[in-house]
Nanobody, 125 residues
Framework: QVQLVESGGGLVQAGGSLRLSCAAS????????MGWFRQAPGKEREFVAA????????YFADAVKGRFTISRDNAKNTVYLQMNSLKPEDTAVYYC??????????????????WGQGTQVTVSS
């Protein structure tokens, strides 16, 4: 089992920044690809970003490319999502996920076995 706890969400004005953190405990953190997903009211959960075990390979959704960065610190069992130039359409609950997805599933929720409880991000216009 892997337990994931997100933090860092909040209310920010458009154009602002937030950094989300996800702390993992349980099984060896660097065994897992880590992902961030988000879900807005009435919408399906969507992929935001993912990072490989070593941090050398990174994936982004087109909607956040150039604005968000993802990183991990395996010594601290933590993955981060730095969100810059935030837009109102970024408003959602953000979830951290851990898993061992194949390449075709990195951007799919089904590729991940473990999920955090989510943290709310609200961007006002």
């Amino acid at each position: 089992q892997v337990q994931l706890v997100e933090s860092g969400g909040g209310l920010v004005q458009a154009g602002g920044s937030l950094r989300l953190s996800c702390a993992a405990s349980g099984r060896t953190f660097n065994n897992y690809i880590m992902g961030w997903f988000r879900q807005a009211p009435g919408k399906e959960r969507e992929f935001v970003a993912a990072i490989s075990r070593s941090g050398s390979v990174i994936y982004f959704a087109d909607a956040v490319k150039g604005r968000f960065t993802i990183s991990r610190d395996n010594a601290k069992n933590t993955v981060y999502l730095q969100m810059n130039s935030l837009k109102p359409e970024d408003t959602a609950v953000y979830y951290c996920a851990a898993g061992t997805p194949i390449i075709d599933s990195v951007r799919q929720p089904r590729g991940y076995n473990y999920w955090g409880q989510g943290t709310q991000v609200t961007v006002s216009s």
